[in-house]
């Protein structure tokens, strides 16, 4: 008998590889607070591979999910090539023969190592390639710099020409960026749209109350992360791009009464679980930017199921709403919007995760601008907002 409470999972975030080939200088896993990726095996092993896959379809057909995704992360997860990639893909299809949940798998990927053997397996698999990139090739060299400290755009650029080919152009999933707030963001937004991706996710810098944001040092109300924002939205927004960008998207949907596309934005439960290369389950692995071990729920993949997992109460804090938000956020106007932002912004030693988000000025200012748009194009009023 099914837990009628249970919220199950239906993103199941693999780490298939626990090393990379860059050494981006904001990345949460290896320059963060947390250093327990030392302890993990370099690749995901075929044991771990299949107990995963097995424990994913029996939770996801005890609970009818009809849907799941499979993302594969890293480090890097085209590290192990072709031949470790194609390994996987094939526990798991074999595993999930004759089930009645259908998989989507993606991979998030710096995309340096892209081939065409790889472009290969993914059309034969339909499996989508998101790439991380902040840029132009001036801005993207700040950051995604590779362990000698050089720059690494121009060799994804070449990457890029093969992967938005017409032979690979399918498979190409669109862009993950980070926000810095000190470049021109029109110059961001039209470089990344030069590829034309299906999608744009646009990225907070993973900082919190103990490790403030970037130009929000001395004052957390300052609104540098919405002032970049907005003229990308003006000019996506106005300009009927078909890319979808997700945040504005997000933010879209919610004010019109509709759900959530990402976890940093509205009140719907969270379904996602990490599956780490070792087997090890945990929370979502972006909380490594708060302290040492704030992602471990000593579960394992060989000792305990997803049932279990999805009970454990931290959990269900990211699945319970405005409930596990601070009383600022309760009290919001755009509670139902802003969900209280993103939970690892959250994060303060004082008092936890019991706090507004860092980036609360920034959430505030930018769904304001974002529901006068929507409602100048309906003829609707404006939303009357109150400060936090």
């Known amino acids: ?30 320059n963060s607070a947390d250093s327990l990726w030392r302890e993990q095996p370099r690749f995901m092993s075929e044991d771990v591979i299949r107990r995963t896959a097995q424990q994913m379809r029996e939770h996801c057909e005890a609970h009818n999910v009809p849907r799941a995704a499979v993302n594969f992360h890293g480090g890097e997860p085209l590290l192990g090539g072709v031949a470790y990639l194609r390994q996987v893909i094939d526990i798991i299809d ?18 340096l190592l892209f081939t065409p053997e790889i472009g290969d397996l993914f059309l034969e698999r339909d499996i989508s390639l998101g790439i991380s990139l902040d840029g132009p090739p ?35 999933g669109g862009f993950l960026s980070v926000i810095n707030p000190f470049v021109d963001p029109l110059a961001v937004i039209q470089y990344l749209l030069s590829f034309n991706p299906a999608n744009i996710d646009f990225l907070l ?56 596309l990402v976890e940093a934005i509205g009140l719907d439960p969270v379904s996602l679980v990490v599956i780490e290369c070792n087997g090890s389950i945990e929370a979502v692995d972006t909380l490594k930017t708060t302290f040492e071990g704030a992602t471990k729920l000593n579960y394992s993949i060989f ?9 454990d109460i931290a959990v269900r804090n990211r699945q319970i709403g405005a409930e596990a938000l601070c009383q600022t956020c309760r009290q919001c106007p755009l509670l139902d919007v802003c969900g209280g932002g993103y939970l690892p912004h959250r994060f303060s030693a004082k008092r936890g995760f019991d706090n507004p988000s860092v980036y609360c000025s920034d959430l505030q200012k930018l769904i304001g601008h974002i529901y ?7 003829s609707q009023p404006t939303l009357e907002l109150a400060s936090v």
């Open 1 to 30: 008998m099914t837990n009628p409470t249970l919220v199950p999972f239906n993103i199941f975030l693999w780490k298939i590889s626990s090393r990379c080939n860059l050494n981006c200088k904001y990345c949460y896993v290896y």
């Open 94 to 111: 074999e595993v999930f023969i004759g089930s009645n949940t259908n998989l989507d798998l993606g991979i998030q990927s710096n995309g």
């Open 138 to 172: 001036e801005i993207n060299d700040l950051n995604r710099i590779d362990h000698r400290g050089l720059p690494s755009t121009k060799q994804l650029e070449e990457k890029l020409v093969l992967l938005t080919s017409a032979r690979y152009e399918a498979i190409f």
């Open 205 to 260: 810098p993973l900082n919190n109350h103990d490790s403030r944001p970037a130009g929000k040092e001395n004052d957390l109300h300052t609104t540098s992360y919405a002032d970049w924002l907005i003229p990308i939205f003006d000019h996506w927004f106005y300009s009927g791009s078909n890319t979808r960008i997700r945040i504005f998207d997000s933010i879209i949907r919610l004010v019109c009464g509709s759900s959530s």
């Open 303 to 311: 000792e305990d199921d997803f049932d279990t997992v999805a009970q």
């Open 372 to 378: 006068a748009a929507v409602a100048g194009e309906l």
